[in-house]
């Protein structure tokens, strides 16, 4: 095959699977996936940043990476309703397959959340379900915990509660300092999120109740 094939090729494929990414901040979990997908290690298209934050560095990486970004500021709208009648919009009009939680900082109602139960997953620093909430790595390590990780789960309409899809571990050593230990956890997450989003895509995972079970584990 020659490589104009085999590119068509793989661009159909990716075509059929879309997903949004949701972001405030930073946005490394957003390039790691971007990363994956360049890699080819993760077939999925990326077909929308949205972000709360129009001067997150987050945004910047999107306009690198060549992903559309829907960027709003929260205050310009009514309600939390309103901004997210919107995003769903946005959402509906790119065929959004998936959405994807990493680091985004704000609080979602039904508008959101209903419509997309089941195909929308979050990213949170510790063990779910310890340590909820902002400032989750802070909160393990005032805790004195000896082990704390990484968790993907499904969205539900509270705070970091939904079912549990994928768990690291990441043990807290003597030697380690707050900072070496967020370090420590974000570079589980950077692995742990492009692999639970091709799980996704391969049609590995299957939500029943509470219980997330994957295909071949
Ligand atoms: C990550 O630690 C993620 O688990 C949490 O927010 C942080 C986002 O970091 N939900 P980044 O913006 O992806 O660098």
Redesign the pocket.
Known sequence: MRAGEQRNGAERVADSFRIAVF??????????IVDAVAAKKLDVTIGLLVCDRPQAA?VERAEKAGVDTFAFRPKEYASREAYEAEIVQELERRGIDLIV????MRILTETLVAPYYGRMI????SLLPSFPGIR??EQAWEHGVKTTG?TVHYVDGGLDSGPIIAQRPVDIREEDTLDSLAAA??AV?HELLPHTIGLIRAGRVSLDDRRVRIAGE
């Not at 972001?23 to 790691?32: E, K, L, P, V």
């Not at 979050?122 to 620093?125: C, L, R, V």
């Open positions: 972001a405030s901040g930073t946005g490394s979990n957003f390039q790691a987050v939680l990493a680091g985004y979050n990213i949170h620093p989750a790595i990484v956890i974000h997450e």
